[in-house]
C-alpha cells in the first residue's frame, strides 16, 4: 500500500474546498427555509445530481464491483427496472408531493392521518438514516483504512467531522453543491479504474467478459421459485423498483431535493436526471467489477476454482487495494478523494434531512412563521449532535461485520431495508385507500416491519436463508394489505382529511 505527498495534497485540497463551501453557503441564509430548503428555486439538474450522489455512496462505489467480483453480474439487473419506476414516480409520487407546500414530507402524514401517524414517520425516518449514515461511513472508513494504515475509527471520525463543519454551516446549499462536485469526482474514478486495467493488461470489455463466463458469474437466472436463490433477473428488477417507489415518495432525503425545486415539472426533470445518472454510473461500476476480477485472476495465475475460491473473501477490498497499489501518486489521491466524496455526500445528505425532519415533524416548528435567528442556530447544533451519533453508529458497525459472515450488500440490504418499504406503503395507503385511517395505516406499518425482520434475518429465526430479494417486495405487500383490510374495521379519516390529499388547496403543480 502506498500514499505519497502528492496524495495527501489532493485530499487536503478537496477537505479544504468543502469547508470554505460550509462558510461561504452560511453567509447566505436568513431562516430556517434557506437552511434547509434552499430558497426552493435550486435548478433541476443540481437537485437530480444530487440524489444520485445521495443515494449512490460509498457503500456503491466499493460494494457494487465487490458484489459483481464475489457473486456474478446478477444484482445488476436491477437496472432494467428503472423502465417501471420512472413513470411510476413522475406520474403518481411526485405530483403528490409537490401538491403541497411542505418542508418535510412528513407533513402529509399529518395531513391525511393525524399527528400521531406523523411522529412515527417522522422517528422511523430519523432511524433509517442514522443506521444509513453509520453504514456510509463504516464503508467508507473501511475501503481507505488499506490505503492508509490508519484505523477504522480514526477515519471515522476525521470523515465524520469534516462533513458535519461545513453541513452544520452551509446546510441545503452546501449539501447540493458540494453533491455535485462529489458525483464529478466519482465518475471520473469509476471511469479511470477500468480504463488504467484495460491499458496495463492490454485487455478490454470483451475479454473480461470471457474470463467472467469460464468462471459461471455470467450467467443469472430470470426467476426461481426458491426463495433462497440469491439474485434473479425478476427479483432484483422487483426488489429495486420497490426500493426506489418507497425511497422517492417517503425518504425526506430524496423528497428534500424534488421540493427545493421550483414546480413539478422541474422535480419531474430531476428524477430524469437521477435515472440517468444512477443507470450510467451502476453500468460503470459493473465494468470496475469485471476489469478488477479479470486483472487479479491474471495476477494471481491460479487455476480457476481455486481463484474464486480465494477471490471471493476479498471481493470488497479488490478496489481499494487496486487504488492503493496500482495508480500513480496524484491520481489515488483523486480516487481517495472520490471515496471520501461518495461517502460524505451521503453523510451530509442525511443529516441536513434527519435535522429537517427533527425541526419540522419532531419539534413542532410552526410551517407558515418565518424563523427566527435563534432557531436557525438550533437547526445547526441539531445537524451536529445528528453527526456525532453517526460516527458512534459507525464504529458499532464494525464489530457487527466482525460477527456475521455478510459481504456489503448483504450488510445493507439485510439492515439499512427493514422500514423502507413499511413506511413507504403508509404512503401509499394514504393516496390508494380513501376508507384507511390512523389505526388501520399503523397496523400495516407494524406488520410491514414484523414481515422485514422475518425476512431479513430467517436464517438465525427459521434457520432458511431467505434471499434479500424478498425483505422489501414481502413487507409492502402485507403492509398494504393489512392496512386495506384493516380500513374496514377501524374509523375512516374525516372529509377534511381526504381533502387536504385529493383537492389540495395550494401547491407547486407546474
Given amino acids: 500500500m502506498h500514499l505519497e505527498i502528492l496524495d495527501f495534497v489532493v485530499v487536503a485540497i478537496y477537505f479544504t474546498s468543502l469547508l470554505a463551501l460550509g462558510v461561504y453557503s452560511s453567509r447566505q441564509q436568513a431562516s430556517q427555509e434557506d437552511y434547509f430548503m434552499a430558497g426552493r428555486n435550486v435548478h ?7 440524489v444520485v450522489a ?21 444484482y445488476f439487473g436491477s437496472m432494467f427496472a428503472f423502465i417501471l419506476i420512472i413513470p411510476v414516480v413522475n406520474r403518481i409520487v411526485i405530483p403528490s408531493l409537490m401538491s403541497m407546500p411542505v418542508t418535510s414530507i412528513y407533513d402529509y402524514l399529518e395531513y391525511r392521518f393525524g399527528k400521531s401517524v406523523r411522529t412515527v414517520g ?7 438514516r442514522l443506521i444509513w449514515i453509520s453504514l456510509i461511513l463504516y464503508t467508507a472508513a473501511r475501503a481507505v483504512s ?11 471520525v476525521i470523515m465524520g467531522l469534516v462533513t ?3 453541513t452544520t454551516l452551509g446546510g441545503m446549499k452546501a449539501v447540493l453543491w458540494s453533491d455535485f462536485a462529489q458525483f464529478v469526482i466519482l465518475l471520473g474514478g469509476a471511469i479511470w479504474i477500468p480504463c488504467q486495467i484495460a491499458l496495463s493488461t492490454g485487455s478490454g470489455p470483451w475479454t473480461w467478459w470471457s474470463t467472467f463466463a469460464e468462471s459461471s458469474r455470467a450467467q443469472t437466472p430470470a426467476f426461481s421459485f ?14 429495486t423498483f420497490m426500493w426506489n417507489i418507497c425511497t422517492h415518495s417517503s425518504d425526506q432525503v430524496a423528497a428534500q431535493r424534488y421540493l427545493c425545486t421550483g414546480s413539478a415539472k422541474e422535480a419531474r426533470r430531476s428524477f430524469w436526471a437521477f435515472s440517468i445518472g444512477n443507470i450510467g454510473v451502476i453500468i460503470l461500476l459493473m465494468f470496475c467489477g469485471m476489469a478488477l476480477f479479470h486483472f487479479r485472476y491474471l495476477a494471481d ?6 481463484f474464486q475460491v480465494q477471490i471471493a473473501s476479498q471481493a470488497d477490498n479488490a478496489m481499494p487495494e487496486f487504488i492503493a497499489k496500482h495508480l500513480p501518486a496524484g491520481v489515488t489521491g483523486l ?24 425541526v419540522t415533524d419532531l419539534m413542532n416548528a410552526p410551517r407558515d412563521v418565518p424563523s427566527q435567528p435563534s432557531s436557525l442556530k438550533f437547526a445547526r447544533s441539531l445537524a451536529l449532535g445528528t453527526g456525532v451519533i453517526a460516527m458512534l453508529g459507525a464504529v458499532a458497525v464494525e464489530y457487527l461485520m466482525s460477527a456475521v459472515d455478510w459481504n456489503l450488500i448483504d450488510l445493507i440490504e439485510r439492515i439499512n431495508h427493514l422500514f423502507v418499504a413499511p413506511l413507504g406503503a403508509v404512503f401509499f395507503a394514504g393516496i390508494w385507500f380513501r376508507h384507511v385511517g390512523r389505526v388501520a395505516v399503523l397496523l400495516g406499518f407494524g406488520a410491514g416491519v414484523f414481515t422485514s425482520a422475518a425476512v431479513s434475518f430467517s436464517k438465525w429465526l427459521f434457520q432458511y436463508d431467505v434471499s434479500f430479494m424478498w425483505i422489501l417486495p414481502c413487507s409492502f405487500a402485507v403492509s398494504l394489505l393489512v392496512a386495506y383490510a384493516a380500513g374496514f374495521c377501524f374509523d375512516a379519516p374525516s372529509s377534511a382529511q381526504l381533502k387536504v390529499l385529493y383537492q389540495p388547496k395550494s401547491g407547486r403543480q407546474e
Fill in 226 to 239: 426458491d426463495p433462497t436463490e440469491r439474485t434473479t433477473l425478476v427479483g432484483m428488477i422487483l426488489v
Fill in 146 to 156: 488499506p490505503m492508509t494504515g490508519w484505523p477504522i475509527p480514526v477515519l471515522v
Fill in 164 to 166: 458535519v463543519f461545513y
Fill in 301 to 306: 495465475n491460479l487455476p480457476m476454482a481455486e
Fill in 122 to 128: 417522522a422517528i422511523v425516518f430519523v432511524l433509517i
Fill in 44 to 50: 433541476w439538474l443540481l437537485a437530480g445530481v444530487s
Fill in 54 to 74: 445521495t443515494l449512490l455512496s460509498t457503500v456503491s462505489f466499493v460494494a457494487l464491483p465487490g458484489e459483481v467480483i464475489r457473486n456474478g453480474i446478477g
Fill in 335 to 358: 480516487i481517495l478523494a472520490a471515496l471520501l466524496a461518495a461517502a460524505m455526500s451521503s453523510v451530509s445528505s442525511g443529516i441536513n434531512s434527519i435535522s429537517a425532519v427533527v
